[in-house]
């Protein structure tokens, strides 16, 4: 199982078992806050658990990147895994469909493959580069068609109103995940969508998704974010992100102002 078909099948059978797990807690499972300040439950322990032991057996020379644990395991090949393994963990603990279990294989920081299963939702959203991305087996494209400007849907975070000025005539979503802002604008309910700084298991499972979906992700300045910075030095940062299809990158960018 070597081609990526193959190792996508792997992976999906894995993060449908992690969804699993999840759904066991969901809604029921109290929370505690980290150094950050950001959510942390038994559920993402025990969910990031299993899918390092999974990925551990097959893949055992990749490295492995997480949220929760022990941040990196060192590999002999090429590549890494990066886990999220429950992100919109807020929505979790308050019994909201909106979170999901997210893994990526990159190499030197490419999201080359991705996987995010959004379990209340019976979603599986999958991609590799030059494969194509898919929604539970159905190709995805981001459409050409606009709808009418005041029912365009622009995603931000959700404390953007401290960080940036908006002027958007459509609607604005905060759904509380930072990889269905990436999913949603790759399937065409979104125009674009604003991230902050995250890290790259935030991001890895969506990204390859998106771009699959003709798609692409760019830092406020227009530059275009393709590879993560991988040293555990700089916390696995990812810079705030444009995401948008080509033709809409430079009118959604011009939709804000950074004030701080």
Known sequence: MGEPEGIIAEVQAIAAQAGEIAL???GRVSAELKH??????EADKQVEEFIRRQLG???PRDGIIGEEFDRSRAGTSDWTW???PI?????FVAGLPHWAVCIARL???RSELGVTN??????MYTAARGHGALLNGRAL????RLPPEHEQLLAVWSTAFRHITLEFPGKVRILGSTVLKLLYTARGAYIGALTPTVHVWDVASGLPVLWEAGGEARSFDGTLYEAADMDPAHGYAVPPLVLARPGLQKRVRELFTVTR
């Not at 950050?36 to 439950?41: A, I, K, L, Q």
């Not at 959004?118 to 979603?123: A, F």
């Not at 494209?141 to 050409?144: F, G, S, Y």
């Open 24 to 26: 066991r807690y969901f």
């Open 36 to 41: 950050d300040e950001s959510y942390v439950t």
């Open 57 to 59: 057996a097959r893949f």
């Open 82 to 84: 990066a886990i999220d």
């Open 87 to 91: 992100d919109g963990t807020t929505n």
């Open 107 to 109: 190499r030197d920081g």
């Open 118 to 123: 959004v379990p209340v939702l019976g979603e």
């Open 141 to 144: 494209q981001i459409p050409d």
